[in-house]
C-alpha cells in the first residue's frame, strides 16, 4: 500500500517516538516529547527530503523516511531550545504552550537533549542493514546543526557582539534545508553535493516567507508570538526591502533554486511541488508572480 | 610511534574540536566548548573504551580512539547541562567556573547541544571508512544517552515526583560505562553484549566511589560543589551503609566487575587496570582491601 509523503512521515515520526520510550523512558519526559513532535507542525523539511528521494527514484523508502524523521526531531529540538527563557523566552508553540511552559524548564533542556539524541537513533535504527548509506548520512545530518554552520552555530551568533548576516541566516535555517534535500540525495544513492545549492535557496526562500509571516500573520494564525524580529532587532526581508521588494527577492531565489535542482527523473514535479509550497507557507493574502 | 591511552585520548579529542571549529564557528561558542572539555578530567570513560578494546586486541585504534572521545564529549554534554541553573546551579566545575558561570546561560544551553553533535559527528568522520563498525557503533552511544536508560533519562528521573532507585542510577551513571565498554568491544569486532555486565558493574562502583568523594572530599579537591546529596536529596551509598559498609559494597562491585570479563587475551591486565582505577577515583584516606 503506497502511503502518502505526509502518512510516511508521521508513521516514521511516531515510530521512532514509541520505539524510543518504549521500555524505562520516565513518564513526563515522554509526555513533553511527544508534546514538541505531536501533533504536527507544516515538517517541510522532512517533506523535502521525500520529495527529493521521490525525484531520484526511492529505491529504499524506510531510509528516506528514517532521514525525514531524524531532520524533523533536530528542528523541533532546536524549536524547544530557542524558545528557552534564556533565548526567547516563547510561551507558545504550534499554538501550544511551549514545552518549558508546560512542563518547566529541566524539561525544556532535556527535551532538546533528548531529540537531539533521538535522531541519531533514529538513523542507528532504519539504516542498520545498509551501513554504507548509514555512513554516507551521518556526516550530513551531525553537520546540519554542529558548531560551525549548523543550528547551533546559528543560535551562538545571536550571544555574539555581531555576528555576519549570511553565516547567520544560513546556519539558522539553511542548513537544514540542505541536510534535509541531501539526506534525499543520499537514501537514493545519488551524489548529495549537487543537491546543495538546491537546499541553501529553499532555505534563504523559506527565511523570507518567515518574515512575511512574523510581519503580516497574527499569533492566532501561526501559533506562536508575531513581530519578533523587530523585537529582537534580528534582520527581516519585509523590513529591509518593503513587500514588494522583499516578494521579488522571494520569486528571486524560488527561481534559483528551481534551476539548481540537478537532473533526475522526478524534476519537473519537484520544480512544481516548490512553487505550491512557497504558496503555502506564505501569508494568505499575498500572491506571487510564480 | 606509540601513544599512550591518555594521550591517545587527549589527541582525538583535540582533533574533534579542531576539526569542528575550524571553519565558521562562532568565536564564544567555540572557546566555551573548549572550556567545557579541556583541560582534561579524568577522563574515566574513555580510558575504560581503550582497555577493552586493547584487551581485546584493538585492531582499528583509530575507530577506538574516534569512539573514546565521542563518549568523553557525550559525558562532558551532560556535565555541561546538569550544572545549569535549573538543574544543579552549579558555578564550578573541574575547579573551573561552570560553563554558564563563565559564558552565560545562553551558551551552556549550546554547548552542551553542541558536544553531542559533536561525538556524533565524531563517529561520523573516524568511522567513514569503516561503515560495518560505524552501524555497530552508533545505537551503542544513541542508547546509552537516550530518553530511555540513557543519560537523558537519568537526568530526567531527577524531575519525577518519585524515581526507582536503580533505574535512576543506571541511567544517569551506567549507561556511559556501558557504552564506554561496549564500545571498546565493537571496535576491537567484539560482540558487544558481552561486555555489558562488567560496565554496568563498574558503572555502579564509580557511583559509590563519587559518593565517598562526595561526602569526605573537598571541594578543592575534586573541583566541584560537595555534599550535593544531602542539600539536594540524592540517593548516596556512604549516608546509608555508612563508611564501612560502603566500602564492603565498592569491593563487592569491583568484584562482581572483574568476574564479569570475557575471556580475551588481555583479561588479566584489564583486572589490574580496574583495581587501579578505582582506587585512584577514590579519596586518599580512604584504603581498600583488594
Known amino acids: 500500500m503506497d502511503m ?7 508513521f516514521a515520526i511516531e515510530t521512532a517516538l514509541e520505539t524510543a520510550s518504549r521500555e524505562g523512558c520516565p513518564p513526563m519526559l515522554k509526555d513533553a516529547v511527544y508534546h514538541a513532535v505531536l501533533p504536527a507542525g507544516s515538517r517541510v523539511r522532512p517533506s523535502l527530503c521525500l520529495a527529493v528521494a521521490h525525484a531520484c527514484g526511492d529505491p529504499t523508502p524506510h531510509i528516506t523516511d528514517g532521514a525525514a524523521a531524524a531532520i524533523e526531531f533536530l528542528h523541533c529540538a532546536s524549536l524547544v531550545h530557542d524558545d528557552l527563557p534564556c533565548f526567547d523566552d516563547a510561551d507558545t508553540r504550534r499554538g501550544k504552550p511551549s514545552v518549558h511552559n508546560a512542563y518547566g524548564e529541566p524539561m525544556g533542556v532535556l527535551v532538546g537533549d533528548a531529540l537531539i539524541v533521538l535522531a541519531f537513533e533514529t538513523l542507528a535504527r532504519t539504516m542498520s542493514a545498509n551501513p554504507e548509506k548509514l555512513a554516507a548520512m551521518l556526516p550530513v545530518l551531525s553537520r546540519a546543526v554542529g558548531m560551525s554552520g549548523g543550528l547551533v552555530a546559528g543560535q551562538a551568533w545571536e550571544s555574539e ?69 523587530q523585537t529582537r532587532g534580528r534582520p527581516n526581508a519585509v523590513r529591509q526591502f518593503g513587500r514588494g521588494g522583499a516578494i521579488q527577492h522571494l520569486e528571486a531565489l524560488v527561481g534559483r533554486a528551481i534551476a539548481a535542482i540537478p537532473e533526475c527523473r522526478g524534476a519537473a514535479d519537484l520544480q512544481q511541488l516548490v512553487r505550491m509550497q512557497v504558496r503555502k507557507i506564505m501569508p494568505k493574502d499575498i500572491e506571487l508572480a510564480a
Not at 502518502?4 to 508521521?10: C, H, L, T, Y
Not at 537514501?187 to 532555505?203: K, M, Q, T, V, Y
Not at 526562500?205 to 510581519?215: E, H, K, L, M, P
Open 4 to 10: 502518502s509523503p505526509k502518512a510516511r512521515i508521521e
Open 161 to 229: 557582539p555581531s555576528a555576519p548576516l549570511s553565516a547567520y541566516q544560513s546556519a539558522k535555517t539553511g542548513a537544514l534545508f540542505v541536510a534535509a534535500t541531501k539526506a534525499g540525495a543520499v537514501s537514493a544513492g545519488h551524489d548529495p553535493a549537487g543537491w546543495e545549492e538546491f537546499g541553501a535557496r529553499l532555505g534563504e526562500a523559506y527565511q523570507v516567507a518567515d518574515d512575511f509571516r512574523d510581519v503580516f500573520s497574527t499569533a492566532a494564525d501561526i501559533g506562536k508570538p508575531v513581530h519578533q524580529d
